[in-house]
Every structure is written in C-alpha cells, then in structure tokens.
C-alpha cells in the first residue's frame, strides 16, 4: 500500500471517528478531510472541488426549491387530509398512510413530506387515544423506501448518477432504480403494515406533557395589593430573567397584556401568566408580593400571542453540546423551554444547565410565527404547533403541480437532463412567487450541500491514492470464491455498515471507487453495483440517527434507542436481499 493510499485511509478514519462521536457536524468535517488531502498532496485542486461544480449537488439544491414549494402552498394536502380515514382498526389506518407517503418520495424530498405529516398523525393518533409511535416510525420508514424507486426520490441516488458520470459512464435514468427498488419499496411496506402493530410498542410522546400536565408548566400569580411590586416596572421587579419560567402575559381589569415589556408598571391585583417547570414555581413563590392564584387551562395558552410547540434538534444544530442558558436560549429564540424529552423520557434537571444532544426534543411556549422564523434554519429539525390547524391549499399550488409533473416527465422523455430540469422549475416558481427568492434561498440546507460536493473530493482521494482498487482486492479476496453475487453482497453489507457511522450520501460516495475497482477487476459492467451500493446506502433503518426523517419523528414518538432495529432490522433484510436478487 502506497503511502498515499495510508494517508488517506487514515483521513477516512479519522473523519468517521469524528462523526461517530459527534465531535463536529458533517459539514465542517468533510470539508476538512478533503482540505487535509489537498494540502498533503494526495488530491489536486481540481479533484478536491471537483464535487460543487457536479450536476449532483446543483439538481439537489434545486429540488429543495420544489420541496418547499410544495410544502408552502400545502400542494400535497388533499392527500394528507385523506391519508388516514376514519378507522380505528391500526393496519387499515398504516396502509393509508405509507403506501401515499412512499409514493410522494419517489418525486420529492422526503423531509418537508415527513414535517408536514409528524403533527397531523400525531394529533390524529391523540384523538383517537392510540400512541403516536405505532404511526410515526412506519411514516418515516415508508418515506425512505419510496425515495430509493426514482433517481430524484433521494439525494444519495443522485450522488451515485453525478458520480457515475464523473466516472465517464452514463448517469443513471429516471426510472432505472426502479425495476430493482419497486418491489423492494413494495415488499417493504407490506412488512411494515403487517409487523408494525406487533413489534412497536406504545411509547408516551413529548407532547403528552402539555396536553396531560400542564399544571406543571402553566402558572398564575397575582401581585399582592399594597405589596412591594405595585408600581415597579417588570424589569426591577426581578420578573424579566427568571430562571426556568417565562412571563407569558398580563391581565389587568378583563384586559390581556401580551407580550409584557420589561417597562410594564406593575398595577395592585394583575394576574400575571408563567409558563414554566414545576420545580421552579417555588422560586416565584418566594418573591415578596406574589400570591399564587389557580392554574390556567391550556387553552389560555392555544392563540397568536402564545403556542405550545416540538422542537426537534439535528444532527447540525448549533444547539447541540450546548446548555439553553449559555445559548441565552430565551432571548434568540423568543421562546422559553419547559421540558426537554430525550430517548423516550423526560429530563428531570433544571433545564438551563442540560446540554442539548443530537434527537432532543423541545417542548416551548412562543408566538404563533416562532415555526415561520425557524422552519428552514439548521437549528431545529422540526418544528411543529401543538394543537394547530391543517395548512390551507394555495392557489398557487396548481403551479408547484405542473413544475413537479414536468420535470419528472421532462426527465423521463429525455426531453432535458434532470439538472437543467429542475433548475428551471426552481426559476419557474421564484418567477410565478410562489416562492420569494429569499424562501428559495433559505430552503435548501446548505450543509446537505456541502457535504454531497465534499464526498466527491473525498471519492477521488481513494481513487487517486489506490486505497479503491486495495479496499477492491481485499473485498475480492474474502468474497471472490462465491463470485459475482458473493462481491456484490459484500459491497453492499459494506456500505450499510459504513452507513451506520456516516451520512448516506457519504457512504455512497466513498463506496462508488471501490464498486468501480471491483467491476474493473471482475471485467463487468459497473452499474448494477453502483445500484446496489446507492440502495444499500439509502437502507437507513436501524438507528435513530442513520437518517434525518428517523430523528424527526424519534422525540415525537417519543422512542428509544433500539426501538428502530425491530422493524428496521426486517425492512434492512428486504433491501439486502432485493438487492442481490435484482441486480445480481
């Protein structure tokens, strides 16, 4: 082995260490990994950045354009509102709800779809009396069965097409997964709707806590006539920083005051609305001049001027390793924490000091425009309003409708590669307003982005260094015997292994030079184990954190850990072996 070829397995080690451990966000990571292979001399300029001038990278960020399009003009609601019925009986409601959700994520980003439907099964399931957990893990596994049958169903499909075509090969077509993904997709959610009652327990969700015990978190007080509050400003009075509980309102004569300024002069007999923890209540007991008055209804709480609502923190969220008080949590977010659920329970701490992990999920009080402001940001995975209405249908939304049938028809005639497609559809829906250019922008995750291009710099590095063709000999050397399904196999348990510490789209891409090289070794055409290696990357099943729409609905559901492997360790066996059985 070469010592670049040692260099870079080092790099590669390094890299994954680092997002094993949640040492750095992905992002950041890969662009590093490839900065230190092109200073070390291992990739040239040109090979480094040759990631973000690749279709690749473009034709996702564009089609995030059209996922938030669809999302903002509620294009897909018909079918949301559809989706469930009327039944209690638990199989017939799954089998409305992931044959639908697949079928959406075959065309667009399986993110916003999974966003927008986490609170409606939720407030569904609550209405019914059933956990939310028996839905919303088949919601999220249906969603990423569906994006592997179209090129455009998944980002990681794309990354192998643009590779593919880095590589001097065709890219890949529309439809050409989908002899090989549609039954796996279909075999799948059968599984799904027949184990799914069995084997997913009944699990109690973040949002029990508002709906079961919001006497914990709503508080009233009322300033004591002829107290030592009466005529002082919020801000002396000591009400403005309190730790743990929020000043949410003021009632003065029948009239609300919402939100309080920190200048509001304090009147003898105001009732005065907290929102907070119930172990901090006994600190506003202590001041001087506040008597407790009887907890207000969590209705109080259901308007513009406050909402209850579940936050879910990503993988890159700048919150992550931070504690809500050094994040000065309050004041940028306009919004106070009153529980923080973690792995399927509740944290018992004083939550100013809890440092935030990867899958917590927030319960906060806030304006109704705290979703608008956060919605496309990187600090929180998922917002959504407890309690609130279905988004009404746009009438714009017939627009979005065109945009997305013509580009997967455009696509799928020929008529235009899928880059030049979907970059004027975004064109199209900035140039109608459905969108702002501003909503555009701020749709597409950039960190997505970053990393898909950083991946292709980090492909050429085991290229160019001969760690593929060295990883290609050892692969042939334990697998060869059984020929080309026992390599195929092999490659394909590699890159589902390697997905468990790393981002899909990362493990296709370090996959692919090893496919190649095995392909080049065997004499045969390298397509059906770039298919395979882009399936097996999209296998993401087994833990909460192996995907985004996995974390999105693991707070929500209020999961554990290893919750995810009785039904994904099933669904990963389905892939595996329609894997092998169709492109071996």
Known sequence: MSWE??????????????????????????????????????????????????????????????????????????????????????????????????????????????????????????????????????????????????????????????????????????????????????????????????????????????????????????????????????????????????????????????????????????????????????????????????????????????????????????????TLKTLEFRSRYQAAVVAIHRAGRRVRAKLGGVRLEVGDTLLLVSDDGFRDRWRDRTDFLLVSMLGGTAPAVSRKAGIVAVVGVGIVGGAALGVLPILHLSLLGALVLVGTRVLTPDEAKTSVDLDVIIVIASAFGLAAALDASGLAEASAHGLRAVFGPMGMPGLLFGLVIATVVLKSVVTNNAAAALMFPIAVSTAAELGVDVRPFAIGVALAASASFLTPVSYQTNLMVYGPGGYRFGDYWRLGGVLGVIVVVGVLGGVG
């Open 5 to 322: 070829a040692g260099f870079t397995l080092v790099v590669l080690g390094g890299l994954i260490f680092v997002l094993a451990k949640d040492l750095a966000g992905p992002a950041q990571s890969f662009v590093a990994a490839v900065v230190i292979l092109l200073v070390a001399g291992v990739l040239t300029p040109g090979q480094a950045f040759a990631g973000f001038s690749n279709p690749a990278p473009i034709t996702v960020a564009a089609l995030y354009v059209l996922a938030r399009a669809v999302e903002k003009t509620g294009a897909l609601q018909p079918l949301v509102n559809n989706v469930l019925g009327q039944s209690g009986y638990m199989r017939l409601p799954l089998l409305r709800l992931v044959f639908p959700t697949a079928a959406a994520s075959a065309f667009l980003n399986n993110t916003p779809i999974v966003a927008m439907l986490v609170p409606q099964v939720s407030d569904w399931a609550d209405r019914r009396g059933q956990s939310p957990s028996k839905y919303l893990m088949p919601l999220s596994f249906a969603a990423i069965l569906g994006g592997m049958v179209t090129l455009i169903g998944t980002s990681t499909n794309l990354v192998i097409s643009g590779l593919l075509e880095a590589a001097g090969y065709e890219p890949l077509g529309m439809f050409e997964l989908t002899r090989v993904a549609l039954p796996i997709a279909l075999i799948g959610l059968i599984a799904i709707v027949a184990l799914a009652p069995r084997v997913l327990t009944d699990r109690r969700p973040a949002r029990s806590d508002v709906s079961e015990n919001v006497r914990e978190f709503v508080v009233g007080m009322t300033v004591e006539a002829g107290g030592p509050l009466v005529g002082r400003q919020v801000r002396d009075a000591g009400l403005r920083q309190l730790q743990g509980v929020f000043l949410t309102e003021l009632e003065r004569e029948g009239e609300v005051i919402a939100p309080v300024g920190p200048d509001t002069v304090l009147n003898a007999n105001d009732r005065l609305s907290f929102v907070g923890r119930a172990d901090t209540v006994v600190d506003l007991q202590a001041i001087k001049g506040l008597t407790s008055t009887e907890a207000r209804h969590l209705s109080a709480f259901d308007s513009p001027r406050h909402t209850f609502f579940e936050a879910v923190v990503g993988a890159a969220s700048p919150l992550v390793g931070k």
